[in-house]
């Protein structure tokens, strides 16, 4: 056999590991390690070949004859990935007898590692900058239409209710904007991973039609979800000019696609059932910022009363005397001694309330939509009702 002692001990030394093949590419020889990258099954097999043992040579026959003639010194496949999470250079040499090949694969796993850690840190920089400066943007194109909203709502009407009003909305958008952010963060945690997947099955050339089809879907999905989410923000503060009918269970979806993510987690599963194709008339965008302060109400009242099971359920009916939604909570209910005044201004169950959103949507549904709004407790909790 072919110096397999010198090369053994050489590559002992060097830590590579080693196959020894003749001009007809059977396997002479290899070290003691091997099984680490190659089958070791394979390696067992008297009549096995190069090409069996080592996949990554398939179709490389030719370059590999070309050694044999002297027409190359050496051949170099860089980067192989082996399984588990090894990287190897693997290359092949010639022997000074010319009657064999030494194929050497030299682990690399610890350099290949450390420059993925420091294109992933790059990256994760690099989308993070380009994150805040499109929220910051977005945040700015938000920021001026507030002001313009505000600025014709204060010429319309000085009165105190209306400057209520307009300080209640800024209040409701800072909490909106956090919401916004966790709505943002799985989906670009998602794109930024399968990013970074497609670029490594790239560079390994491992990258198929099928898997780049699948990923791609997935990266629009989340894009799809991210730009969804930025519409109902902007279709919230956006207010109603005129009356219109419009679908309540879709405007309650709406609504609920803003808060989703930050209610999960603080576990508290939010549940829409009831009607489909209830509609009423009215201001949309108004009823949104309502279902939006009951839903708000509910979770603050979970923050004074948590435990495991925290639901929040909204049941949409046309009823005689109107369509109704009832916003129901198991949070516990509200103290006999505030019920009769929950909804009057400046009274809160919460130690920092302000006593604003409650008197505020009452006012909205009674006085702008001619409707109703009332709370009654039940066994686990509280129920709004409110009915147009």
Request: charged share 25%; with cysteine; aromatic share 8%.
């Amino acid at each position: 056999m072919f110096g397999h002692e010198i090369v053994s001990a050489i590559c002992a030394n060097y830590l590579y590991e080693y196959i020894i093949v003749n001009d007809d590419f059977s396997i002479e020889g290899y070290s003691s390690s091997l099984d680490k990258y190659c089958d070791k099954a394979l390696l067992l097999d008297p009549k096995v070949d190069l090409f069996s043992v080592v996949p990554e040579f398939v179709g490389m026959k030719e370059a590999i004859e070309d050694l044999f003639e002297g027409k190359e010194k050496t051949l170099l496949i860089p980067l192989v990935f082996k399984e588990p999470e090894h990287y190897v250079n693997i290359r092949v040499h010639l022997s000074e007898d010319e009657e064999h090949c030494i194929v050497l694969f030299e682990n690399i796993t610890e350099t290949t590692l450390a420059q993925q850690n420091a294109r992933q840190v790059h990256n994760e920089n690099v989308l993070l900058l380009e994150a805040i400066a499109e929220k910051n943007r977005r945040l700015e194109q938000f920021n001026q239409e507030m002001q313009r909203l505000v600025e014709e709502e204060v010429a319309k009407n000085m009165e105190k209710q209306q400057t209520i009003e307009i300080q209640s909305r800024h209040a409701q958008m800072g909490e909106m904007i956090g919401m916004i952010t966790h709505q943002w963060k799985q989906p670009l945690t998602a794109i930024q991973t399968t990013g970074m997947l497609l670029k490594i099955k790239y560079e390994q050339g491992t990258l198929n039609q099928a898997v780049f089809t699948e990923k791609m879907d997935g990266l629009l999905h989340q894009a799809t979800h991210m730009n969804q989410t930025v519409n109902d923000f902007q279709a919230f503060f956006t207010p109603s000019k005129s009356k219109s009918h419009f679908n309540v269970k879709e405007t309650i979806l709406s609504v609920s696609r803003l808060v989703e993510m930050e209610y999960a987690l603080q576990n508290i599963t939010v549940s829409i059932e009831g009607e489909d194709e209830v509609s009423v008339y009215g201001y949309a965008n108004e009823y949104n910022q309502v279902i939006l302060a009951l839903l708000q109400n509910a979770r603050d009242a979970f923050s004074e009363n948590p435990h495991e099971a925290m639901q929040i359920t909204l049941s949409i009916s046309q009823k005689y005397e109107g369509v109704c939604v009832e916003v129901k909570d198991n949070a516990g209910g509200i103290p006999k001694e505030m019920i009769d005044t929950l909804f009057t201004q400046y009274v809160s169950t919460k130690k920092d309330g302000s006593g604003l959103g409650l008197h505020i949507a009452k006012t909205v549904i009674e006085d702008h939509m001619q409707g109703s709004l009332r709370v009654k407790n039940y066994a686990k909790g509280a129920v709004f009702t409110v009915v147009i």
